[in-house]
T-cell receptor, first 113, second 115 residues
Framework: DQQVKQNSPSLSVQEGRISILNCDYT??????FLWYKKYPAEGPTFLIS?????DKNEDGRFTVFLNKSAKHLSLHIVPSQPGDSAVYFC????????????FGKGTRLSVIA | GAVVSQHPSWVICKSGTSVKIECRSL??????MFWYRQFPKQSLMLMAT?????????EQGVEKDKFLINHASLTLSTLTVTSAHPEDSSFYIC???????????FGSGTRLTVV
């Protein structure tokens, strides 16, 4: 049973346009959500996070939106750049402290120049 | 910022041998270490959670006798894949947590190939 789902395995966007990556979750106990960027054969790099008490968090070109009622979050990247091309993982955790992250399967973003 | 050093970055071993992967937190004390495994085009799957000085907690389906985890100090955790087989070939990643909440820091990963 996959608790964190990224239903789009890949996404292609033109440089300068907006990239929207989606993530759904099933566990209502999740209260903190994170987005990671990952290149092949490297560890994930933290991008942005959001607590369940918020519905939006913005950091530069990256904005994460959380819709708790729909158990849905999305990562917006604008404007998209070729260097953004990577696999993006959505992750969630149920508690503060030592709870491990639960990851989605990832979405491969390709930004075309 | 917090850094986790993971070694080796890649290793090729013969079937039946054992391989040790190390994760060190360089500038913070890692009270908890998580070990993940990623197969091609799949998600990062949690294998086990270890707290310094205590036995690791393994996820369902992960053989604790095959994947030995040692977290003997607040800066070092090791994962030993014993009697490795080709199906153990995967990308292994550690993640360390320090004192602050939601402070997950990942290592750079280890690509294990068993031939």
């Amino acid at each position: 049973d996959q608790q964190v789902k990224q239903n789009s395995p890949s996404l292609s966007v033109q440089e300068g346009r907006i990239s929207i990556l989606n993530c759904d979750y099933t566990n209502s106990m999740f209260d903190y959500f994170l987005w990671y960027k990952k290149y092949p054969a490297e560890g994930p790099t933290f991008l942005i996070s959001i607590s369940s008490i918020k519905d939006k968090n913005e950091d530069g070109r990256f904005t994460v939106f959380l819709n708790k009622s729909a158990k849905h979050l999305s990562l917006h990247i604008v404007p998209s750049q070729p260097g953004d091309s990577a696999v993006y993982f959505c992750a969630a955790t149920a508690n503060s402290g030592n709870t491990p992250l639960v990851f989605g399967k990832g979405t491969r973003l390709s930004v075309i120049a | 910022g917090a850094v986790v050093s993971q070694h080796p970055s890649w290793v090729i071993c013969k079937s039946g041998t054992s391989v040790k992967i190390e994760c060190r937190s360089l500038d913070f004390q890692a009270t908890t270490m998580f070990w993940y495994r990623q197969f091609p085009k799949q998600s990062l799957m949690l294998m086990a959670t270890s707290n310094e000085g205590s036995k690791a907690t393994y996820e369902q389906g992960v053989e604790k006798d095959k994947f030995l985890i040692n977290h003997a100090s607040l800066t070092l955790s090791t994962l030993t894949v014993t009697s490795a087989h080709p199906e153990d070939s995967s990308f292994y990643i550690c993640s360390a947590m320090g004192q602050s909440s939601y402070g997950y820091t990942f290592g750079s990963g280890t690509r294990l190939t068993v031939v």
